[in-house]
């Protein structure tokens, strides 16, 4: 049983290339920025730098959002099951560092 961090990370970066080719989208996303779906039930909208897809933790939570939705993303960004506090806990953490 391998990590498939290259597949994580590939089809991270497809999704952000989706965003960025749909500039119509209500939504706008700074540039070097990803919209990120968090919840387990109902989700709620994040807009985290892209440099969090290097970080372990981060990565983690990706692994976790394969395993579960794989990586058709209906909503235009990545969706992570976990709680809402769980990811602000995560991304105040990354934030810091």
Same mark, same amino acid.
Request: one cysteine or more; charged letters at 20%; glycine letters at 6%.
């Given at each position: 049983?391998?990590?498939?961090?290259?597949?994580?990370?590939?089809?991270?970066?497809?999704?952000?290339?989706?965003?960025?080719?749909?500039s119509?989208? +209500?939504? @706008?996303? $700074?540039?070097?920025?990803?919209?990120?779906?968090?919840?387990e039930?109902?989700? +709620?909208?994040?807009?985290?730098?892209?440099?969090? &897809?290097?970080?372990?933790?981060?990565?983690?939570?990706? +692994?976790?959002?394969?395993?579960e939705?794989?990586?058709?993303?209906?909503?235009?960004?990545?969706?992570? $099951?976990?709680?809402?506090?769980?990811?602000? @806990? &995560?991304?105040?953490?990354?934030?810091?560092?």
């Amino acid at each position: 049983m391998g990590i498939r961090l290259p597949s994580i990370l590939l089809n991270a970066k497809q999704i952000l290339k989706m965003q960025a080719a749909s500039s119509k989208n +209500k939504f @706008d996303i $700074p540039k070097g920025h990803i919209a990120v779906y968090v919840g387990e039930i109902q989700t +709620k909208r994040f807009v985290v730098p892209i440099s969090y &897809l290097n970080h372990p933790s981060f990565l983690n939570l990706l +692994k976790r959002a394969e395993e579960e939705f794989g990586f058709n993303h209906p909503m235009g960004g990545l969706t992570i $099951p976990c709680r809402e506090e769980a990811f602000i @806990d &995560l991304t105040s953490r990354l934030h810091t560092s």
